[in-house]
C-alpha cells in the first residue's frame, strides 16, 4: 500500500512540475483514487481560466464527481502537491473525500508567496472586524427558499 501511496503522491507532484514548466499555472497538482484505481487529476488552473476557486484540489473534484457521477466521494483519497488551503479543505470535507495525502507544507506555499495565513486569520475574527465587509440583508426573505427545502420531494441530503 505504500508504494501505491508513493505512486499517486508522485503524480500530483508531476502536476504541479508540468503545471510550471509549461507555463500554465501555479505550482499545484491532486490527483483522487478509490478503491486503488485513478479516477481524476488535475494541476491548477486559477490562472489558465480565470476562475480563483480552479485550485487544483477542487478541479480534481469537479472531474471525480463527473466521472463517478456523484457529489459524494466517500471510499476516495486525495493526493495533493500541497497542503490544502482553507478552500480546498472546505472542498474536500464537503466531498466526503476518506484520507488527504500531502508533500508541501503550508509553510513552503507561503515562503513562495502563497500565503493562507490572511484567511486563517480572518475566520478566527468575529464578522464585524474582518477586512471584507460582511452584511447581513432579507433574510426573512431568503427562509422562503430553506422552508421550501426542509418539504421538498427533491431533497437530497449532503
Known sequence: MEKQHHKY???AIDLSVKNVSGCIGGPFGAVIVKNGKLIAKSANKVTSTNDPTAHAEVSAIRLACTELNTFDLSGCIIYTSCEPCPMCLGAI???KIDTIYYANTK????????????????????????????IQLMRDEALAAFKLWETSPMRIDY
Open 9 to 11: 503522491m508522485q503524480m
Open 107 to 134: 509553510a513552503d506555499a507561503d515562503d513562495i508567496g502563497f500565503s493562507d495565513k490572511f484567511i486563517y486569520e480572518e475566520l478566527d475574527k468575529p464578522m464585524e472586524n474582518r477586512s471584507l465587509p460582511v
Open 93 to 95: 470535507y464537503w466531498a
